[in-house]
């Protein structure tokens, strides 16, 4: 896993990158969010979506509402970068639409859209 810090002004963005899946339940989403606020001193994460388990985008399993309730908890806010055309499910696509238009989770088609959204909060 490589982090990078991106800032401005006050605003520090931690950018991760890896070929691995990092967040597949809760667990690991509390070790991330860990990781990135003790060793770059970040509180807001982007992240690319092939590094959340297919799972977390199941919404009837609960993973991603366990997970980004911790987010909430633990004030850290998050972006996930990806394709999200491909699933049918309209409750997805409604979660999706609802955390973009929020302060806390997006889910975006690009980095540099994340990082807007990120930096805005």
């Known amino acids: ?11 520090k963005v931690a950018i991760i990158e890896s070929p691995d899946i ?3 339940d809760v667990q690991s989403a509390l070790d991330l969010m860990a990781t990135v606020r ?14 959340v388990t297919e ?11 366990d997970i980004l309730q911790k ?8 972006a996930i970068v ?15 639409y609802e955390s973009n238009h929020g302060k806390q989770v997006f889910f ?5 859209a994340a990082l807007d959204a990120l930096h805005s909060v």
């Open 38 to 51: 003790y060793n770059e001193d970040c509180d807001k994460i982007l992240l690319n979506k092939s590094n």
């Open 108 to 112: 975006l088609n690009d980095q540099q």
């Open 55 to 65: 799972h977390f985008f199941d919404l009837k399993t609960r993973i991603a509402g």
């Open 1 to 11: 896993m490589n982090i990078t810090v991106n800032q401005q002004g006050s605003s």
């Open 82 to 96: 990806g394709d999200y055309d491909g699933y049918d499910s309209k409750s997805l696509k409604d979660f999706i």
């Open 71 to 78: 987010f909430t908890n633990y004030q850290l806010k998050l």
């Open 22 to 24: 990092l967040i597949e």
